[in-house]
């Protein structure tokens, strides 16, 4: 499987495994249709939002 190499990896994976893990809250007032189908759309600080799914999606999602 290829990987992805860029200046300045080695912090930024630091810097993602330091950051806390946050829940996701659904906006009743936001949202639309059956919940239950698994469908969402996160809005928010991307390294926050990705944290926030890791416990429902990790080792499940190949692109993001």
């Known amino acids: 499987m290829p990987n ?3 200046a300045g ?3 930024a994976v630091v810097a993602a495994k330091g950051a806390p893990y946050r ?3 659904a906006d009743e007032s936001l949202s639309y249709g059956d919940l239950a189908l698994g469908n969402a ?3 928010g600080d991307n390294l926050d939002a990705l944290k926030s799914l890791l416990p ?3 080792g499940r999602v190949r692109c993001v």
Do not use: N, P, S, T
């Open 4 to 6: 992805l190499e860029w």
């Open 9 to 11: 990896k080695a912090e």
């Open 23 to 25: 829940l996701l809250l």
């Open 41 to 43: 759309i996160v809005q």
């Open 56 to 58: 429902y999606y990790a």
